[in-house]
């Protein structure tokens, strides 16, 4: 299994505006684009399902940017993987819909359904704010050696 780039600039993305929000102020698209060395067009097109699922906002004007419509605690990072990559799962065999004709008799089958649930809970402890505070934290030994 791999993450898409989409799931991982989603998480970076969203921990920015956190940050910016926390200091009280919205983040701008072009200081995402910079900080986070990613095309202003790629976020663009990222901030459209993290909008269409209620994670963000947009305020117009000369002084608009991006917020957070939800506290960095009640976000997940279970949450922004699936928003951009559909339901984590180890292997395709483990999606319900495509009903794998071994699936009772493969003895692998437990291994990623065990695998699979476990990765699941641990990205569902994980929230935003966890993340800010890493962040927060490696700032902290960068600047202060």
């Given at each position: ?7 991982r ?107 699979s ?7 569902e ?21």
């Amino acid at each position: 299994m791999k993450l898409s780039t989409r799931s991982r600039y989603g998480i970076r993305i969203l921990a920015q505006i956190a940050d910016c929000n926390a200091a009280g102020k919205l983040a701008r698209g072009s200081e995402i684009a910079h900080k986070q060395e990613i095309s202003e067009g790629y976020i663009e097109q990222l901030m459209i399902p993290l909008k269409k699922n209620g994670l963000v906002s947009t305020v117009r004007g000369c002084n608009g940017g991006y917020k957070l419509k939800r506290s960095p605690e009640d976000l997940t990072v279970l949450e922004i993987i699936e928003i951009f990559d559909g339901h984590l799962r180890l292997v395709l065999c483990e999606d319900k819909k495509l009903q794998c004709p071994r699936k009772n008799i493969c003895p692998s089958s437990y291994v990623w359904e065990k695998l699979s649930s476990t990765l699941r809970a641990e990205a569902e402890k994980i929230t935003l704010k966890d993340i800010l505070n890493v962040s927060a934290e490696c700032h902290n030994r960068a600047t202060h050696g």
